[in-house]
């Protein structure tokens, strides 16, 4: 079993900035694919970017550009960095993390972006 913890979020106006942190309870390094998700109010949860199992990253059109995903293999960490933050990424953010054929989620964190 895995257990996952973000923390991070909070409130930016547009153009702002924030790092979401996952800290996982055994290394990341045995994780086949581990990533954030999204999911806004009254839609449907998506996927913001991720490491795959071959070790490249993945992202979803709107965040290209503008969201950096990184890791500290010692610290069981991914992070999330997002840059020049829109009103549409308004929305509660969830770690991910599949292993052995699980998918586990953290409790999830919310960014609001608004002025």
């Known amino acids: 079993q895995v257990q996952l913890v973000e923390s991070g979020g909070g409130w930016v106006q547009p153009g702002g900035s924030l790092r979401l942190s996952c800290a996982a309870s055994?290394?990341?390094?045995?994780?086949?694919?581990m990533g954030w998700y999204r999911q806004a109010a009254g839609k449907q949860r998506e996927l913001v970017a991720a490491?795959?199992?071959?070790?490249?990253?993945n992202y979803v059109g709107s965040v290209k550009g503008r969201f950096t995903i990184s890791r500290d293999n010692a610290k069981n960490t991914v992070y999330l960095q997002m840059d020049s933050l829109k009103p549409e990424d308004t929305a509660v953010y969830y770690c991910?993390?599949?292993?052995?054929?699980?998918?586990?989620w953290g409790q999830g964190t919310q960014v609001t972006v608004s002025s």
């Open positions: 055994r290394s990341i390094l045995s994780m086949y694919v």
């Open positions: 991910n993390a599949v292993v052995n054929g699980w998918s586990y």
């Open positions: 490491f795959t199992s071959g070790g490249s990253t």
